[in-house]
């Protein structure tokens, strides 16, 4: 079976401050994962996408994000967070050799930025 | 990499009136998906568009209500029929270019439906 627990629903951090948002996935095949970011009243934009590759992932806007088979997770950070950052942040497994084109979406987690 | 454009962006309907909302891609592309996000929520899917065959359905929703077109490899819709106050939400459509499962997703804007 497959599935993705983001383990925080709201994250708070101060402008300048790093940031952890934490994603752990569970897939009977090797796992694709990415992480997408949702501003208000906009699409999902990708941030990065780890398949197979090098375990550390660099992405968009100073993300990065690294695949650690042995603890199951895909945690997603950045060194110092900037207002802008503030969205809804989902993290997607998909799950590669399935035989099915499947994305599994995490419940998100809503990043707060403060001044 | 695929630009998708939805429409209508959003729209106020009248409880059992139906709406369709059209997604165009710049670029064929292998996949394509429907989702509805409703408000504070994930995503949750709601079909593959298949390209020239019925659409494949998630678990709780059926062609009845949502269906869904794909004459081709850049172009979809969905319409929700019957429309009650419980539809109101944010439909997304979705696009892979790769062939297989590990491609990303591209996605639209979204429409956000309020059914009054």
């Known amino acids: 079976a497959q599935s993705v627990t983001q383990l925080d629903s709201h994250v708070s951090v101060s402008e300048g401050t790093p940031v952890l948002l934490r994603c752990n996935y569970s897939?009977?095949?090797?796992?694709?994962l990415f992480w997408y970011v949702q501003h208000p009243n906009k699409g999902l934009q990708l941030l990065l996408k780890?398949?197979?590759?090098?375990?550390l992932v660099k992405g968009i806007n100073g993300f990065e994000a690294e695949f650690k088979k042995s603890e199951t997770s895909f945690h997603l950070t950045k060194p110092s967070a900037h207002m802008s950052d503030a969205a809804e942040y989902f993290c997607v497994v998909s799950p590669r050799g399935a035989g099915t084109y499947k994305y599994i979406f995490g419940t998100g987690t809503r990043l707060k930025v403060l001044a | 990499s695929a630009v998708i454009s939805q429409k209508p962006s959003r729209d106020i309907c009248q409880r059992g009136t139906s709406l369709t909302i059209q997604c165009q891609v710049d670029s064929q592309v292998t996949m394509m998906f429907w989702y509805r996000q409703q408000p504070g929520q994930s995503l949750t899917l709601i079909a593959t568009?298949?390209?020239?065959?019925?659409?494949?359905?998630e678990s709780g929703f059926v062609i009845d209500k949502f269906p869904i077109s794909r004459p081709n490899l850049t172009f979809s819709t969905l319409t929700v029929s019957n429309m009650s106050p419980e539809d109101s939400s944010i439909y997304l459509c979705?696009?892979?270019?790769?062939?297989?499962?590990?491609?990303?997703?591209?996605f639209g804007e979204g429409s956000r439906l309020t059914v009054l």
């Open positions: 568009a298949n390209q020239g065959s019925e659409a494949t359905y």
């Open positions: 979705s696009a892979s270019s790769s062939g297989g499962n590990t491609g990303e997703l591209f």
């Open positions: 897939s009977s095949y090797s796992p694709s």
């Open positions: 780890y398949t197979s590759a090098a375990t």
